[in-house]
């Protein structure tokens, strides 16, 4: 997610309205991706590094839950 943030200028993609999409078990990575956010770091030396981790909407197709 921290790789597609920071490319979203090359693609003209808006980085503040990136979500995730994924059925069954992909649904269940998609909503453990999306409730478990981690911050950029304002002073990392890798650029990728300093964008949020997380997606701003899931897309959750018959996901499976019962593990969450």
Same mark, same amino acid.
């Given at each position: 997610? +921290?790789? @597609? +943030?920071?490319?979203?200028?090359?693609?003209?993609? +808006?980085?503040?309205?990136? &979500? %995730?999409?994924? /059925?069954?078990?992909? &649904?269940? %990575?998609?909503?453990?991706?999306?409730?478990?956010?981690?911050?950029? +770091?304002?002073?990392?030396?890798?650029? @990728?590094?300093?964008?949020?981790?997380?997606?701003? /909407?899931?897309?959750?197709?018959?996901?499976?839950?019962?593990?969450?």
């Amino acid at each position: 997610m +921290r790789l @597609v +943030r920071s490319l979203s200028k090359t693609y003209n993609l +808006r980085e503040d309205r990136i &979500g %995730l999409m994924g /059925f069954s078990s992909g &649904g269940h %990575l998609s909503a453990m991706e999306a409730t478990s956010l981690a911050e950029g +770091r304002p002073n990392a030396n890798d650029p @990728v590094e300093l964008f949020s981790d997380g997606s701003d /909407f899931p897309i959750l197709g018959y996901p499976w839950l019962n593990a969450m």
